[in-house]
């Protein structure tokens, strides 16, 4: 079968690797790429946002199974433009996509169906949020409603702080229409604990939980950013905080979206806060989570296509799906000054010889001249498995000693700090 995939991240990079695998799958394209995907895949020069070039595209090369990663195109209505066309896609249509696009449809969803998450308000007037901040204590949460690359979460530790942030966003556009509403919400403390589930609309079957790390600096200094690294199984997560999730949190979610008329196909990401209360949902993602994939999919162990077509067709219950019982790090390494601006196109050294039980997945690179260039603020995710995850964190940190760019960050405490 011939296969498409829709990104050019270290998300597509992972799900790519893992399709690779599978004996069912004869070729695979993917738009647009990246310099690493180039070696594994075929990458077409059209845009994830240009919905009528990739149908058009999957319609001349008769391809079997569409496969979108980000999760613009699908706000976008990229899945519902391929059923239309009869073309068989992996992700949810726009109306379940809404889910993770509008974060006040989200906590709507939450407040009605009685689904356990922070206490918060809605604004689209920058003065009223600034009179209702002052009420508050501190820190507290503002979000940006719209898709804002994982950035626009801002946790304010004073008035000051949340002053600024409710300009910034609202009034200075930092996150452009995103920030034409927000919420302002309670701080929650807690371990925090990504989860991603397969869903076809009726079953939930939840993917192996990963603990990503959003801040730039180590020991969780700094800005938020799209994740630094992750690790696979998450610290705190156990079998009964598991039990408690499905019956609290996973199963009335998609029971709420099909309430709702949003019935939801596709990956449902669920950030988690391990909260004294109980376990809590900070956000959703309406795809797969990015740096989560990479460690997810590397302890998979059933053939991902059938997972796919078997979430499609509606008979996810009739699968089962293995997991390995090793644990998975992935450590970003990012451009100097992400996640504010950062320079393009640094030459990337030591990527050769790498050993067979870790592999580099591309998230913002670019093949030129021959020679592989950072594209992006997120470069590159060196992941590798283990008996546990400080030693599997072990491996990916000597392979990055040997990896080399002009300016290149990543933390030094992931899978090796104490959780």
Not at 7 to 15: C, K, L, N, Q
Not at 124 to 147: C, H, N, W
Not at 165 to 190: L, Q, Y
Not at 221 to 241: R, V
């Amino acid at each position: 079968m011939k296969v498409l995939i829709v990104g050019g991240g270290g998300r597509e990079h992972a799900i790519i690797w893992k399709l690779k695998q599978s004996k069912r799958i004869d070729k695979i394209y993917c738009a647009p790429g990246n310099g690493g995907i180039a070696s594994l895949a075929e990458c077409v020069d059209i845009k994830a946002e240009d919905i009528e070039k990739l149908v058009d595209f999957a319609i001349n090369e008769k391809i079997d199974l569409t496969v979108v990663g980000p999760e613009v195109p699908l706000s976008m209505g990229l899945a519902d433009a391929f059923e239309e066309k009869g073309l068989r896609c992996f992700g949810p249509k726009k109306a379940a996509a809404e889910i993770e696009s509008s974060k006040v449809f989200s906590k709507y969803l939450m407040k009605k169906y009685g689904i356990p998450t922070a206490s918060y308000m809605e604004f689209s007037d920058p003065q009223k949020a600034r009179d209702y901040i002052e009420t508050l204590s501190f820190p507290t949460v503002i979000k940006a409603d719209g898709l804002a690359a994982g950035k626009g979460v801002i946790i304010a530790q004073s008035l000051t702080e949340a002053i600024e942030a409710v300009h910034s966003i609202m009034e200075e556009k930092t996150f452009s229409d995103a920030g034409d509403r927000i919420i302002i919400e309670e701080f929650m403390e807690g371990p925090e604990v990504s989860v991603l589930a397969f869903v076809d609309g009726k079953t939930v079957k939840p993917m192996v939980s990963a603990r990503d790390h959003k801040r730039i600096f180590d020991d969780d200094m700094g800005l938020n950013t799209g994740g630094m690294g992750t690790i696979s199984p998450a610290p705190y997560y156990t079998a009964e905080m598991e039990k408690i999730c499905m019956e609290e949190i996973f199963v009335p979610t998609i029971d709420a979206m099909n309430k709702e008329g949003r019935t939801f196909k596709g990956v449902v990401f669920f950030g988690l806060m391990l909260t004294k209360d109980g376990p809590k949902v900070v956000e959703y993602n309406c795809r797969f989570g990015d740096p989560e994939t990479q460690v997810v999919l590397q302890r998979l162990k059933t053939d991902l296509v059938d997972i796919m077509d078997a979430v499609i067709d509606g008979t996810l219950s009739n699968i089962n799906i293995e997991w390995d019982e090793s644990a998975a790090s992935c450590i970003v390494i990012a451009s100097g000054g992400y996640p504010g601006s950062y320079e393009k196109g640094k030459v990337i050294t030591g990527l050769d010889n790498m050993p067979s039980d870790v592999v580099v997945f591309h998230s913002g690179t670019k093949l030129q001249d021959g020679q592989i260039k950072t594209d992006g603020g997120r470069v590159l995710g060196v992941t590798a498995k283990g008996a546990d995850y400080s030693v599997s964190s072990k491996k990916v940190y000597e392979v990055i000693d040997n990896i080399s760019f002009e300016g290149m960050h990543y933390r030094k405490d992931i899978g090796v700090k104490k959780y």
